[in-house]
């Protein structure tokens, strides 16, 4: 059996074409992965901006409460 029948075997193609398929579809999902990893990230920024927004408000009330309260004392 030489090469050239070797290499048109039906076996030999199917297996090639399988490979090519599998290895674009594995492609595929770890670019699909990059991309959306990214989008994570930047919601993730997002979300941590949202945070320090809550956090500077909460702030701002817990020092206006503070301010009503000493108020309140000092017109006693």
């Known amino acids: 059996m030489n090469i050239i029948d070797w290499l048109f075997n039906p076996w030999v193609i199917a ?4 490979s090519i ?5 594995a492609a595929l999902k770890y670019s699909a992965k990059v991309k959306l990893d990214y989008l994570d990230k ?12 809550e956090q ?11 301010e009503e309260k000493s108020d ?3 017109a006693e």
């Open 21 to 25: 398929i599998a290895g674009n579809i």
């Open 42 to 53: 930047r919601k993730s920024d997002l979300d941590k901006l949202n945070e320090l927004s």
């Open 72 to 74: 309140k004392t000092k």
């Open 56 to 66: 500077q408000s909460n702030a701002d009330q817990i020092q206006q409460n503070k």
């Open 15 to 18: 297996f090639v074409v399988i």
